[in-house]
């Protein structure tokens, strides 16, 4: 009998310290208090879904806007999808005094920018914290197809380039087959980024990861 017990002791213990973290985690995830959003801007429109380019149903229109609205009380942030089929050259050339010359892949960036603030997005305040996606659909003159996430306030201090390009690609990747689904996906994305209860799960459950895995470490070397 001691001998078996010698045996399952480390395995026994270890499993020990893994439950007690664990109920650990769990304890301190419920009872802290989760972040919640108060929006303080009513100067800009209700409407989060403009597609002009007429690439969705009523029906997935409706629904895309039922997710937004989940995810902006989620993260404090406005999140804005407006698709075009149309050119944006002449529209882009026209600030080209005021931001130099634009290749065709800076158009849609340029109306994405334009169009947040003209209709003063903005979470907390007006042209405050939000996203605008513009999805174009036409094929501009060097035969590219482009798109734009256009970020405002914590928004743009949370979404880096990088993470932007990363967003889309893995969004985009099915929209010419189901842009409804895409679009949704996108704003999944963009939630789970900016949602601090959710970066506050990641980073709990990191750190628990990380002591447990050395206490257990540390009882393994105590033993031998």
């Known amino acids: 009998m001691k001998r078996f017990i010698h045996i399952f002791k480390i395995p026994l213990i270890i499993f020990v310290v893994f439950l007690i973290m664990g109920i650990a985690c769990k304890v301190i995830a419920d009872n802290r208090q989760k972040v919640e959003f108060v929006r303080n801007n009513s100067t800009c429109p209700l409407e ?32 804005v999808i407006v698709t075009l089929n149309q050119s944006l050259k002449d529209y882009a050339k026209s600030f080209e005094g005021r931001l130099g010359y634009l290749q065709p892949y800076q158009y849609t960036m340029v109306f994405a920018d334009n169009f947040y603030d003209e209709n003063a997005f903005g979470f907390d305040m007006p042209h405050g914290d939000g996203v605008v996606f513009v999805d174009n659909w036409y094929r501009e003159s060097d035969g590219g197809v482009y798109s734009w996430l256009s970020t405002s306030g914590k928004a743009g201090n949370q979404i880096t380039t990088r993470d932007s390009e990363n967003m889309l690609d893995r969004a985009l990747d099915y929209v010419d087959e189901n842009p409804a689904c895409a679009y949704g996906y996108l704003v999944e994305l963009i939630e789970k980024h900016m949602n601090p209860n959710v970066r506050l799960g990641e980073d709990l459950g990191g750190g628990i990861s990380v002591l447990v895995g050395f206490v257990a470490g540390l009882i393994f070397f105590f033993f031998h």
């Open 48 to 79: 989060r879904v403009f597609d002009y380019a007429d690439v969705l149903t009523d029906a997935e229109e409706e629904e895309l806007r039922k997710k937004i609205s989940e995810a902006e009380q989620l993260c404090g942030t406005d999140i």
